[in-house]
């Protein structure tokens, strides 16, 4: 797959199909606590030894909708739920559907349920992009951001695959415009 020399030239609205290649609710791997995670189909990064290949496709999976939306809240409602991850495929190229459910889960919950998500984008990258991707990065809690790097794979990590990646504070880094880590 050819990849643009600067990933900031990526549009969600001119690669997103708004298709979801997973939901996975009451989880307990993809970050602190049970979680609901939601994984969107598509991404351009394509990292050598990417742990969910199949999810590259932005057709992989079925279209992002209300009853699913709906099923997420009612999942997130339970009170062992901490909160939602997003992953993918790649959420900064699928701000239509990670703006929908974020969206919704501020608006039924507000702070009560922490969001996480994952990209291949470094939060430098997302502070100078596009105002969507600036958007979904103001209702997160969590990012761990970097694209996988093989070469620095390390699965001892916590909530990460590479030396290269990082686990932000996401609000603190929206604030403050630059990387803050949690």
Request: hydrophobic fraction near 35%; aromatic fraction near 10%; glycine fraction near 8%.
């Amino acid at each position: 797959m050819a990849r643009d020399p600067d990933p900031r030239l990526w549009q969600a609205d001119k690669v997103s199909h708004g298709y979801v290649a997973d939901y996975k609710p009451f989880s307990f791997v993809d970050g602190e606590g049970v979680r609901c995670s939601l994984y969107v189909s598509g991404c351009l990064f394509a990292c050598e030894g990417c742990y969910n290949e199949a999810a590259w496709s932005f057709r992989y999976g079925e279209p992002y909708s209300r009853a699913l939306e709906d099923r997420l809240i009612v999942d997130l409602s339970h009170p062992s739920v901490q909160g939602l991850s997003l992953m993918g495929g790649e959420p900064f190229l699928n701000t239509g559907v990670a703006l929908a459910a974020v969206r919704r889960v501020r608006a039924e919950f507000g702070d009560a349920r922490d969001i996480w998500c994952w990209t291949g984008y470094t939060v430098e990258e997302i502070l100078t992009d596009s105002p969507d991707k600036r958007e979904l990065l103001s209702y997160l809690d969590v990012l761990v951001d970097g694209r996988f790097e093989q070469s620095q794979k390390d699965f001892s990590l916590a909530h990460r695959g590479s030396t290269n990646q990082r686990v932000l504070d996401a609000r603190a880094s929206a604030a403050q415009g630059r990387a803050v880590i949690r």
